[in-house]
């Protein structure tokens, strides 16, 4: 069975500051792929960033990073130079061949001015 | 920029009600995804299409069913609304690549009230 754990129900981060926001999964398939999503409180989910299991390098995206460790079973996204737009809360989500995604329940982020 | 349109930002219905929600894409993808979202539980799948007339349960079917006759339409239909069917529904669309999902791209959510 796949899982998604996010350990971390809510974060504060002082504003300019980097935040690591904790994921970790667990799949029998060789095959994968994660990706984070931002909620704003507008509700709408919206794509940050992606890691496929081959990928030997971290996936960026400008003030986004992933810092996969596949050993660990780890994809924690990191969030450098804060904004007050960062606040929100983020879901890591698993993908297998199964053409579907597995959601963790959340990490609410909160920069403070 | 892809753009998925969900019908209505917030609905209040009655128990026993049939309770319709569209889910609009207009970036040509074949898949097609119903999720409701609950605090604590993240998003959990309902149903998702992956061609016209097409559908896969997925871990929540219970109590639903959807519609899929045209490719960028996409739609949940609850059919004896109750109160535990209060939830935010999210639908998302992406492309087919033949393995896994690509990015989900999602709309804005709506957030139906059972009473």
């Known amino acids: 069975a796949q899982k998604i754990t996010q350990t971390q129900p809510g974060m504060f981060v002082q504003e300019k500051e980097a935040v690591t926001l904790d994921c970790t999964y667990d799949t029998s398939d060789q095959s994968y792929g994660l990706f984070w999503y931002k909620q704003p409180s507008s509700g709408e989910m919206i794509f940050l960033i992606y890691?496929?299991?081959?990928?030997?390098q971290n996936a960026t995206e400008g003030r986004y990073s992933l810092n996969f460790q596949k050993a660990r079973k780890s994809a924690n996204l990191v969030i450098s130079a804060s904004q007050l737009g960062d606040s929100a809360m983020y879901f890591c989500a698993l993908e297998t061949g199964a053409n579907n995604l597995f959601f963790g329940t959340g990490t609410r982020l909160t920069v403070i001015p | 920029d892809v753009k998925v349109t969900q019908s209505s930002r917030y609905l209040v219905k009655r128990t026993g009600e049939k309770v319709f929600l569209e889910c609009v894409q207009d970036m040509d993808h074949e898949n097609m995804f119903w999720y409701r979202q609950d605090p604590g539980l993240g998003l959990r799948l309902i149903y998702f299409?992956?061609?016209?007339?097409?559908?896969e349960k997925g871990d929540i079917p219970e109590g639903y069913s959807v519609s899929r006759e045209k490719k960028e339409r996409f739609s949940l239909i609850l059919e004896s609304a109750s109160t535990n069917q209060t939830s935010m529904y999210l639908c998302?669309?992406?492309?087919?690549?033949?393995?896994?999902?690509?990015?989900?791209?999602f709309g804005p959510g709506t957030r139906l009230t059972v009473l």
């Open positions: 299409s992956y061609d016209v007339k097409m559908k």
């Open positions: 890691q496929g299991s081959y990928d030997e």
């Open positions: 998302a669309s992406s492309f087919y690549r033949g393995w896994g999902t690509d990015t989900q791209y």
